[in-house]
């Protein structure tokens, strides 16, 4: 402390001293005062331009100690850089790279810890010819030997489209050879350290510890007596030498193959130190594995109470599962709270387990422990059938496919004690998967395999009768049924509910909804007590259309059903509701809704019945059905996959964001929020914490897509949501997994649509015309196909090419749509560009698509397409026609502000031009239903109505009105509206103001508004609802 005081004094005296610098860091880092010190070695390596040795080591050393071990590399390398030879630089670079090794191991880059362990081998094996004699040199080559023995990740070569078992088994006896060789390798560098310093105890427990891991993987060679007690005699021999050490004693009691020494190692450490949690948790595993349940959860209850970052006692306290003392999702977050802390590969096949009885399987957790279980454990057939249930769970077949293979590879190879069971598991899910990929004619021949064995049991019966089902043979599933049900009397409860809900679905669609329904009816009472099965019943009579056996449902399945399940039973009623109707889909989707609003009442907190309720909302194509689905939804991150064809909370928010008829900008500069719930900035988040969850869910990326293209167009395509949604449509166009989930032809067209006006707005013509000649190549109805030519046209339009945009919108006529917008978008590119298209055609379809609708959502469409006439009248000059064109627009559709705010403001122009009153009470009265029915306070229009009162002579209304245009504006933008309220137009006298001559200010000010309120007809025309579903249509990318 006083050289340090001292030290201070000095440096304030000779603050450019590089010696005084070092010196205070030396003195700091003696003290403990590990940040101090670095900062002044930092401060001696500046004033001396880089070149003190010294520092930078001693920095390096301070650095790895608090655990920056990669600013620690970057001083031992630049210490290296000017003395190449140092040793000290070269143990401390070796260290530090063993450290950040261990970080990139916890964290799951095995492959980048082994790397980094290669290059720390390399160094401290340079440096033995020059430092032989120095125990803790060959201590440090031990350590980095034992760690890539623990970490050398295994990984197959690729060569050739399917995986072999011989290429398999060398792959993997080349990786186990390497990581044998390591802990041999590590166990004689700490004997050589041992020799050279053997009052070192430490060494001893070292070469005990890499002798357990080489027996462990020489455990199918025979080892003699000597091998096998040597981590017990060394652990001894430390004990001999620091016998009051209590992480010895736990050494012995690991390394130990007797019982009674391990108890009284593990006891003895406990006694020397009772707060030693890694003690009690071995302790728990040995009184666990002796069957002392009650001792192990006291062990480990009294481990983790100490120390809650140790993993061993979540492990043991996860394996409770097993008898009945925790229920599984317990056990799973303790397990994948040990997965977290130690990525160990017998805890990750731990968690594995756990996932499937818990249903966690579709967790991202959950596939990297089994994806890095693999890696740590290829011989392991366990681990691959693992892998193979958790690539199944996401649909990846394929890769669930080789996974299963390589688990049979396994059994052949390294496993041949494997039970029967064990070889019949897999080989089931490998059948079910070849089933579930489309081989149907491998997944019969692996339950031939299995058939000939004797092994088919009731799963594998299952798989076999769905196999040949897919496959035609209708008769052989029929007798496999038989087989089934006749098997289900000798089934426990839960095995036979879900054997007779299979049988149902296979007869439904074998013999018809007459053969299912007998089976339901025969079916035992208890049985139908399980949810699966009553499901399954369910579905089958609600599919009766019939009616037979209504009667039946409701009367007895009701009683079946818990308060948890009666939300299944509701649903299923609100889709027999629905198809009753038949053609009329309309009146179908009014009816479920009604029910489901009513069944919500009773069931509030059912997710099901929400996202139920919420899809046919979007489904009826309403003005504000986006608003009033997106006010269903629970989004609870944690809710469980939904099941097949239901649609989740995420992507029903996804649809209702793209089908907001509003504007939902947050940048004012760019147009004016109209939106009440903000999809734009609340919806994109969800999204993207959604991908961020399941990055391998192509309909998170599908959705987050859609939206921010959605917020592009909104504000007028910025550079940097182009550049993002380019990355994003890059990765989704060219992901050509071994998913089942691809994208669907639709789906692919919109992205391929989005990324061609993307391209379109950023000057890249070309790609723009390759990704849109790309889409007409897809196989989409010509409804969709239409948006794709008119996509084309618009490029052609953006180029000059007249003679191309013609022939494009030639054949969008030829080809015609069901969506509105189509229509409406070719008739504003005719208008704009004065194409010789028939409008009274485009008229006709346009009706045509009208039919179907209700009364409202035909006022709104007829009312944008009489706006949009409205729009040529402007650009013709031909006011009077579009006064007539609007004021049609306002009558069919009142209660539209921005319908009227355009007519008011045309109005305000004729009155001018034609100093005619009648106009200004026509404008009057327009701009004031706008000043009404807008849901927030917009620009301009108080101002219009304000000129309009005071050309009539109301003065006090032409002064409230022009309060309420300055409260109008957004709080950053009073200083555009106070400098147009002072112009000089506002300084008119009343008097003046009387003068329906008002001058050019109206007609700057009907341009400003007219561009404003095309902005608000975007935002109107944004996206409506795909017919027959809830998803965006392809007309997305035109606005």
């Known amino acids: 402390m006083d050289a340090a005081q001292s030290l201070q004094h000095a440096v304030r005296g000779y603050p450019t001293c590089a010696d005084l610098w070092e010196a205070l860091g030396l003195a700091y880092q003696r003290l403990g005062m590990f940040t101090a010190a670095v900062k002044s070695y930092g401060r001696a390596i500046e004033l001396e331009g880089g070149s003190r040795v010294f520092s930078l080591i001693e920095s390096g050393n301070v650095l790895s100690l608090l655990g920056s071990f990669r600013k620690g590399v970057e001083q031992f390398r630049l210490a290296l850089v000017i003395a190449p030879e140092n040793l000290a630089a070269h143990y401390g670079l070796a260290s530090a790279l063993l450290g950040m090794s ?99 105890a430490n060494l001893s427990s070292d070469v005990a510890i890499s002798q357990d891991l080489f027996c462990s993987w020489e455990e199918e060679i025979a080892l003699d007596e000597h091998d096998l007690q040597l981590a017990e005699k060394m652990s001894l021999g430390a004990l001999m030498i620091e016998g009051n050490n209590d992480e010895f004693w736990v050494k012995l009691g690991c390394s130990s193959k007797n019982k009674a020494l391990q108890q009284h190692a593990l006891i003895r450490a406990l006694q020397l130190d009772i707060s030693n949690a890694t003690a009690w948790a071995y302790l728990g595993k040995l009184y666990k594995k002796h069957g002392h349940n009650l001792l192990a959860k006291q062990a480990f209850d009294r481990a983790r109470s100490i120390d809650p970052s140790l993993a061993l006692p979540w492990a043991g306290m996860s394996t409770y599962v097993h008898d009945g003392e925790c229920s599984p999702d317990e056990a799973y977050e303790s397990c994948l709270r040990a997965v977290q802390t130690l990525p160990v590969a017998e805890f990750q096949m731990a968690l594995g387990q756990l996932a499937l009885l818990s249903g966690h399987l579709h967790s991202s957790a959950v596939y990297a422990a089994a994806k890095h279980a693999v890696q740590r454990a290829p011989h392991s057939p366990e681990a691959h059938n693992l892998h193979g249930l958790v690539s199944e769970a996401r649909k990846d077949y394929h890769s669930a496919i080789d996974a299963y293979k390589m688990a049979m590879y396994c059994i052949n190879s390294f496993a041949k004690t494997a039970s029967q069971s064990d070889y019949s598991d897999i080989r089931v899910n490998l059948a079910r998967s ?83 329904a007998a089976m339901v009816l025969s079916s035992p009472r208890e049985l139908l007590q399980n949810s699966k099965l009553s499901t399954v019943a369910c579905l089958v009579t609600v599919l009766d259309l019939s009616g037979v056996h209504r009667l039946f449902f409701q009367s007895s399945f009701q009683k079946l059903f818990s308060h948890e399940d009666a939300p299944i039973l509701h649903s299923l009623l609100a889709k027999g509701i629905q198809i009753s109707h038949g053609t009329d889909l309309n009146l179908g989707i009014k009816n479920a809704s009604l029910y489901l609003r009513r069944v919500l009442h009773m069931y509030p907190d059912s997710n099901l019945i929400r996202n139920q309720l919420a899809f046919l909302l979007l489904s009826s194509r309403g003005p504000t059905a986006s608003h009033t689905a997106i006010r269903c939804i629970d989004m609870d991150p944690h809710a469980q996959p ?69 917020k592009a167009r909104e504000e007028r395509y910025p550079r940097h949501l182009c550049d993002n949604l380019g990355r994003q449509l890059t990765v989704a166009l060219n992901d050509q997994g071994n998913h089942v989930e691809i994208y669907s032809s639709y789906q692919k067209f919109q992205l391929l649509l989005c990324a061609s006006e993307i391209s379109l707005q ?70 704009r560009y004065k194409l010789q298209i028939s409008m009274d055609e485009i008229d006709a379809y346009f009706e045509a698509c009208l039919k179907e609708k209700d009364e409202n959502s035909q006022s709104m469409w007829r009312a944008i397409i009489a706006l949009v006439d409205g729009q040529g009248f402007i650009l013709d000059n031909d006011l009077d026609k579009a006064e007539q064109a609007l004021a049609h627009a306002c009558s069919i559709w009142d209660e539209d502000s921005c319908l009227h705010l355009v007519h008011g403001a045309i109005c305000l122009e004729l009155a001018r031009q034609r100093s005619g009153s009648q106009f200004l009470s026509q404008a009057s009265e327009s701009l004031s239903k706008a000043q009404e029915n807008s849901d927030s306070r917009l620009p301009f229009v108080s101002a219009l109505l304000a000129q309009a009162e005071a050309s009539l002579g109301a003065k006090a209304k032409w002064e409230r009105n022009l309060q309420l245009e300055w409260m109008s504006w957004p709080p950053g933008y009073t200083g555009n509206a106070s400098s147009v309220l002072n112009g000089g137009w506002w300084r008119l006298s009343l008097a003046s103001a009387m003068d329906i001559h008002v001058g050019l200010g109206v007609i700057i000010r009907l341009v400003t508004c007219l561009f404003w309120v095309w902005s608000c007809l975007l935002g109107l025309l944004g996206l409506q609802v795909r017919s027959g579903s809830t998803w965006p249509g392809p007309y997305l990318v035109w606005f």
């Open 102 to 200: 261990k970080e990139c191991v916890n964290s799951g880059a095995f492959k980048w810890g082994a790397s980094l362990l290669e290059e720390a081998s390399d160094i401290v094996r340079g440096c033995l010819h020059l430092a032989g004699n120095i125990s803790s040199m060959w201590k440090l080559y031990g350590d980095i030997q034992f760690a890539y023995a623990k970490c050398h990740p295994w990984a197959i070569e690729m060569k050739c489209t399917e995986i072999n078992e011989e290429s398999f088994t060398a792959s993997v006896l080349s990786w186990k050879k390497k990581c044998c060789s390591a802990a041999r390798c590590a166990k004689r560098l700490y004997q050589k350290a041992l020799h050279l310093a053997p009052w070192e």
């Open 434 to 516: 070849l089933c579930k990929a489309g081989h149907v004619l491998d997944a019969i021949h692996e339950c031939g395999i299995l058939q000939s064995e004797g092994l088919l049991d009731c799963m594998g019966l299952q798989v076999y009768a769905v196999t040949l089902y897919r496959l035609g043979k209708n008769d052989e599933a029929l007798l496999v049924t038989k087989k089934l049900v006749e098997m289900v009397s000798s089934m426990n409860w839960t095995s036979g509910a879900a054997t007779l809900a299979l049988v149902c679905k296979l007869l439904y669609h074998i013999s018809g909804q007459e053969t299912a």
């Open 642 to 710: 939904v099941a097949k064809g239901s649609k989740s909370a995420f992507e029903i928010l996804g649809s209702a964001a793209v089908s907001c008829y509003d504007c939902c900008t947050s940048k004012s500069k760019l147009s004016f929020q109209t939106c009440k719930h903000k999809f734009g900035t609340s919806s994109i988040q969800q999204l993207q914490r959604w991908l961020h969850r399941y990055p391998w869910n192509r309909k998170a990326r599908y959705f987050l897509i859609l939206n921010l293209f959605q």
């Open 762 to 831: 950023i000057g890249a013509s070309s790609d723009s015309k390759a990704y849109a000649t790309s889409a007409l190549g897809i196989p989409v109805p010509n409804s969709v196909l239409f948006f794709g030519h008119l996509q084309l046209g618009r490029i052609h339009a953006a180029s000059g090419n007249m003679a191309g945009l013609r022939e494009e919108c030639s054949q969008c006529l030829q080809l015609g749509t069901n969506f509105e917008i189509g229509w409406i978008s070719l008739k504003m590119i005719g208008t």
